[in-house]
């Protein structure tokens, strides 16, 4: 797949993931807990914007020349969450859960509007990024791959979740 190709599937599969939180709404249901886990879906938002903008970021250190190494000690892990403000995703001292944990307890009580606003500005921030790589970056550091994997990988994993709890939160109304 091509540069071109990638960018017009990363938007097909942005739009199919938008629509379904329009269906949601923007309203209190998007804070309501249960719909994977414990999250709501404003929390599978700011675990969906902490990803988007861990890869924004590897993808701004490789447009710079720079190399990212994951943190490979604990100080410097530390260090890494407080320059970025999510974890080293990439780090082998942290698994998933313990992460996904951390971006749980950090963001939860920031506003919807605003962990929209990030992650909206995350997203934009990565197809910029793809759109300006020349393709010999692209394909050495298989960036698409890694894009997928930290945008719509994620949007089909939690789509089946909202799906599910919004249809068990739709009947269970209609009721009432």
């Excluded at 719909?35 to 914007?49: P, T």
């Excluded at 990439?90 to 950090?106: F, Q, R, T």
């Excluded at 939860?108 to 992650?119: F, G, M």
């Excluded at 910029?128 to 089909?156: G, Q, W």
Aim: aromatic share 14%.
């Amino acid at each position: 797949m091509n540069k071109s190709q990638f960018l017009d599937k990363l938007q097909r599969e942005r739009d199919k993931f938008e629509l379904l939180l329009n269906r949601v709404g923007f309203t209190r249901t998007m804070t309501i807990k249960g719909v994977s886990g414990n999250w709501s879906i404003k929390d599978i938002i700011a675990h969906i914007w902490a990803y988007e903008q861990y890869i924004a970021d590897r993808l701004n250190e490789i447009k710079q020349g720079d190399v990212y190494y994951p943190c490979k000690k604990y100080n410097a892990l530390d260090a890494f969450i407080d320059e970025f403000g999510y974890p080293d995703f990439g780090s082998p001292l942290l698994d998933d859960d313990e992460a996904n944990a951390w971006v749980y307890e950090k963001y939860k009580n920031v506003a919807l509007d605003d962990i929209v606003a990030q992650e909206i500005q995350a997203y934009a921030l990565i197809v910029s990024m793809v759109e300006l790589m020349p393709d010999y970056l692209i394909k050495e550091h298989n960036v698409l791959e890694r894009v997928a994997n930290n945008t719509y990988h994620h949007y089909h994993e939690y789509t089946k979740a909202i799906k599910t709890w919004l249809k068990k939160y739709t009947a269970k109304n209609k009721k009432s």
